[in-house]
Every structure is written in structure tokens, then in C-alpha cells.
């Protein structure tokens, strides 16, 4: 792996540039490996990170049906914070910021994880009680949160708009001063360098097709566009598409998937702060260091695998936006695509082992796991490896649906988070 | 948005529906009878299928009823709609043929 460095950069710039090698080797798939994981998204590429250079298991594949970070970590806004009410919640998801706050060091890789603070906006009576809640929650496990007056918030991000003749005014604000953004893509090539380094072979253009299994179910093998593939442990990270995986070996998931769309506006001198949320009038909004507004709308009503949506659900966020900046009532929107999210019932993911042996499964992430990518890959390549969830995972196992044992962040989010 | 076929009312668009979620999962006759996992299967497990989804939509800013819809989730195009209680339609493979 060529490293790095102000130096690598200066020696770099006087050859013009031009002796860059490939982030990562093209690998040709081979016969067998000690794990496979299905998705290359940055789930995916974690877990393999992980697995070689925590728990010394490097013979392992990333297959990938597309290009890596091409589903929802290349397509989602990037929003990170760790101020969930649960306490099984808030340790998952604050596990992940930690490891944000050293990651750039850690994969010699600028993920660009910017703190800017992320704000969620009260507009009334419920809204304040609900975030209270959240804070003093929060402050018990041990997670920043703290509570803003309108005037606060206004200060915190100018732009916002706290008139009382709003048709929702602005009453208050939580802020997480440690949640801020990153830069998408970089931590999917910065998790896929760093783990290629260590012998992980990333393989693209490789849908796998069926799961193969052996004496007692156990899983023996994936069948893919390019060939069979023979391996013990399966690790299937694959977001919107899971159900379709595991379908493959017969489980029937507590998971739908819905489109969820974005866009961005066209690019701005810096303007725009922090991260503010809306939940109740559902909105969200963060610039992004090219310059351009970055805009998180609703999921469609159904279940799709059209990564589309209709257009009058990014209206509705485009709306409250325009009432909450009127600043940018004339900006015009580049581009708006959309993602699809594998939802669970409760709006808490699944990490951890399935009723069949060798095949672990991390999803149900839907409208918020760009966040926890540093954190997911490291429990579900604990999991992996062990054969056991880490103690921060266990609640999320699959057989909570049986069980009852719900983490109900549904109730407490009621938006895309 | 999708312009949906109300068995009742005929073409609206989606913004009249409210989509109410897979369809044809009978609740248990007898649910004390079901073992935890049967249960846990009908409260929260899911085909979501990528291909012919059979679904209900209630038209809520319309008539008001509930009715089933078959749908591809790989285009969202709508295969048939039909009223609770008709028997899911039989469709041609090559309307309903799901993409893998
Ligand atoms: C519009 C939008 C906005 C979002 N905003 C935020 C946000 O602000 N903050 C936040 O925390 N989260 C957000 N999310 C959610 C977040 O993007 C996801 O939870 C997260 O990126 C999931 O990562 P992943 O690696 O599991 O999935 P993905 O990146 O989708 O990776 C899964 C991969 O599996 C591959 N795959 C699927 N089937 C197969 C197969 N059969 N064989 C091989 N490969 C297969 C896919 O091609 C895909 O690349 C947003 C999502 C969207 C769509
Ligand atoms: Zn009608």
C-alpha cells in the first residue's frame, strides 16, 4: 500500500502526479475462503477491514454485484450522531463515533469526518418533551446532548429561520456537538485499500446467486456470476437487497425495503454550519465541502427495488427546507436519486447469527447506518469470527422478532434517521 | 408517483391512497395455538420480493376502501388490482417476470 503523507505528496507532485498505483487490486475470485462477505458496501468493507487486522482472518472475499459503495453508502447523506434513546441503541451507535474519531489515522485514508454538530429542531410542545427525553437519556449513557433555545439554535446556525409567524415555528433545539458528516465514498475506498492491504480480495461485478449447503444446513458455498466460491462463514451485508440473500437459505426476514431519496443543490460558498433535523416537519440538511446543499427526503410509501421514488416526496422536504432557510428559496437542486432500505419493524438493525450455521447477517439498517459503519463492521467482524455476538450486538440478534425483545427506536425517531 | 387502478373508483393518483402493506397474511384463527416462532413469522416476517408484490392500498381520499394490488417492485408497475376477498390473479410470466 503506497501511504500518505505531506512527504508522499510533495514526491508525488514533482513526478506530476502520474506514478499513483490503484487503491486496491482487481482480484480474480478463488476457490475457497476462510470467510466470504456478500455487499461491498461500507458495512461490508468494514467487516473485511476487521476481520484481517482485529481477529487475523485476512483469506476472505468481498463480493460485490456492482462497484463498491454504489448502493446507499454512495447514495445517502451522511449524517452521524449517536443520540439514540435506548441504552442498547446509544452504546451501538456511539461505539461507531468513537471509531469515526480515529478513523482517518487508522486507514492512513482522509474520510473527512467533520464534528460540525448536529441539531434537531423542536416546533412544539411534544417535540421538546420528546428531545428532553432524549437529552437526559442521552447524558446517562454517557452521550453528549444538550438542550438550545430557539435563539441558541439561531446562533448555532445562522441561516435558520425562527420567526414566530411560521406555519411550525422553531421552539427549541437538541444538539450533538460530536455528530457531524463524512465523506461517503471515502469510506468505502479508505475501508477497501486499507483491507485489500492486508490480503482481502475485493471482487466486483460478482452477484451472488445462491447459497449452497451441506451436512445439517451448514453453509458450504455461495454460487456467483463468477464462479462457485467454497467457504464455512457467509457474512451477508447487502442493505436493500438482504431478503433477496436470504431467501437463498431459506429465511423468511423481518425486513422491507423502500426507497428512500435525496438530493443536493447546486454548489455554494459555505454557508451552511452544522447538520439541522426536522423530524416533525421531515427535513434534513448539512453542505457538503464541495459546496453543495445536501437534502435528505422520506421513503416512499411501498416496498421497491427501483432506487427512484416519486417526486412529491422530495416536494414535501423541499418545502418545509424553503420555510425553515427561506434563504434558499432560489437555489436551484442538482441532482436527486435514491437509495433502497432494508426497514425492520422496531427501526433497529440486525447483527448477528441466523438459524443457519456459517451464515451471519447484518442489515436492517434502513434510513440510517451510514453512521454506524465503523462500529457495525467491527461487532459483525467480532461475531464472525468468534461465532458469538459482542456484548454491545447481542441485543440486535435476529430472534429478537420471535422473542418480543423489540429496541423500538421506531417510537422514539418516527423519521428517517 | 404511480397512478393506481382503484377496483371501485378507477385511475387516481397515489397521493388519494394510503398503502396498508403486503397482503394475503390471514391473522392465526387460533393464535394461542402458534408456537413463538409461527407467531413471530406472521407479526413481522416479510416476502419482499423483488418481482410481483401482492399488496394492499386503502383509498383513503376516495372511496375509502381497502382493495389488493399486484405489483413488480423491479419498475413499480402495477400487473392487476382486485377486491379483498378475490382470489390473486393468476398473471402471464412475462408481465409479473422478476428480474433476479
Ligand atoms: C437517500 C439516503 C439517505 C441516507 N442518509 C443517511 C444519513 O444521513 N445517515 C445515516 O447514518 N444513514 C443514512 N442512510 C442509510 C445508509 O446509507 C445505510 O444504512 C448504509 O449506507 C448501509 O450500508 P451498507 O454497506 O450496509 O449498504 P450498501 O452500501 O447498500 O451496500 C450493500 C451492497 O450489497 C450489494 N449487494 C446486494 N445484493 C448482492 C448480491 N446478491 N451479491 C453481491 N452483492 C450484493 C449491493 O450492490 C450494495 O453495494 C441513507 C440512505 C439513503 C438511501
Ligand atoms: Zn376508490
Known amino acids: 500500500m503506497q501511504r500518505f503523507s505531506a512527504l508522499a505528496l510533495i514526491r508525488h507532485a514533482f513526478g506530476g502526479h502520474r506514478s499513483w498505483r490503484p487503491q486496491w487490486r482487481a482480484a480474480e475470485p478463488k476457490a475457497a475462503y476462510d470467510a466470504v462477505i456478500v455487499g461491498g458496501g461500507g458495512h461490508g468493507l468494514a467487516t473485511a477491514y476487521y476481520l484481517a487486522t482485529e481477529f487475523g482472518i485476512s483469506n476472505v472475499a468481498v463480493l460485490e454485484k456492482g462497484w463498491i459503495g454504489g448502493g446507499n453508502t454512495g447514495r445517502n447523506t451522511t449524517i452521524i450522531r449517536s443520540n439514540y434513546l435506548f441504552d442498547e441503541s446509544a452504546a451501538l451507535y456511539d461505539h461507531a463515533v468513537k471509531l469515526w474519531e480515529g478513523l482517518s489515522q487508522a486507514l492512513n485514508y482522509n474520510v473527512m469526518f467533520s464534528q460540525r454538530g448536529v441539531m434537531m429542531l423542536a416546533h412544539n410542545v411534544h417535540d421538546q418533551q420528546s428531545l428532553q427525553r432524549h437529552i437526559h437519556a442521552n447524558r446517562l449513557n454517557g452521550v453528549d446532548n444538550e438542550w438550545l433555545s430557539a435563539r441558541q439554535a439561531k446562533a448555532f446556525c445562522p441561516p435558520l429561520n425562527i420567526e414566530k409567524s411560521m406555519r411550525y415555528p422553531v421552539t427549541g433545539a437538541a444538539l450533538q456537538r460530536r455528530g457531524g458528516v463524512a465523506r461517503h465514498d471515502a469510506v468505502a475506498w479508505g475501508y477497501a485499500r486499507a483491507a485489500d492491504a492486508m490480503g482481502v480480495d475485493i471482487i466486483e461485478n460478482c452477484a451472488v446467486t445462491a447459497i449452497r449447503r451441506g451436512v445439517g444446513g451448514a453453509v458450504e458455498a455461495v454460487e456467483t456470476t463468477r464462479g462457485t466460491i467454497e467457504t464455512r462463514k457467509i457474512g451477508v451485508v447487502a442493505a436493500g437487497n438482504t431478503s433477496t440473500v436470504m431467501a437463498m437459505a431459506d429465511l423468511r426476514m423481518p425486513l422491507e425495503s423502500y426507497p428512500l431519496q435525496a438530493l443536493v443543490s447546486e454548489p455554494v460558498k459555505p454557508i451552511f454550519p452544522c447538520v439541522v433535523m426536522s423530524n416533525t416537519i421531515h427535513a434534513y440538511i448539512s453542505q457538503s465541502d464541495k459546496g453543495e446543499l445536501v437534502i435528505g427526503a422520506g421513503t416512499d410509501a411501498y416496498v421497491s427495488y427501483t432506487q427512484r421514488g416519486a417526486l412529491h416526496v422530495p416536494m414535501h422536504t423541499l418545502e418545509a427546507i424553503c420555510e425553515l432557510f427561506p434563504i434558499f428559496r432560489r437555489l436551484r437542486m442538482l441532482r436527486n436519486w435514491g437509495g433502497i432500505v432494508d426497514v425492520t419493524p422496531d427501526r433497529s438493525p440486525i447483527i448477528g447469527k441466523t438459524p443457519v450455521a456459517g451464515l451471519y447477517v447484518n442489515c436492517g439498517w434502513g434510513t440510517g447506518g451510514f453512521k454506524a459503519t465503523p462500529g457495525s463492521g467491527h461487532l459483525f467482524a467480532w461475531t464472525l469470527a468468534k461465532d458469538e455476538p459482542h456484548p454491545i450486538n447481542a441485543p440486535f440478534r435476529l430472534d429478537r422478532f420471535r422473542d418480543g425483545y423489540l429496541i423500538d427506536e421506531a417510537a422514539a425517531a418516527a423519521v428517517a434517521h | ?100
Open chain 2, 1 to 100: 408517483m404511480l397512478l393506481i387502478d382503484c377496483p371501485f373508483c378507477g385511475k387516481r393518483p397515489e397521493l388519494e391512497f394510503r398503502y396498508g402493506g403486503e397482503a394475503h397474511l390471514a391473522r392465526p384463527a387460533d393464535p394461542a395455538d402458534l408456537g413463538d416462532k409461527a407467531w413471530g413469522q406472521f407479526l413481522y416476517g416479510r416476502s419482499n420480493p423483488r418481482g410481483v408484490h401482492a399488496e394492499r392500498w386503502r383509498h383513503v381520499h376516495g372511496c375509502g376502501r381497502f382493495f389488493n394490488a399486484l405489483r413488480d417492485t423491479t419498475n413499480d408497475r402495477f400487473a392487476a388490482t382486485y377486491k379483498i376477498g378475490e382470489e390473486r390473479p393468476a398473471i402471464p410470466e412475462a408481465e409479473g417476470a422478476a428480474s433476479a
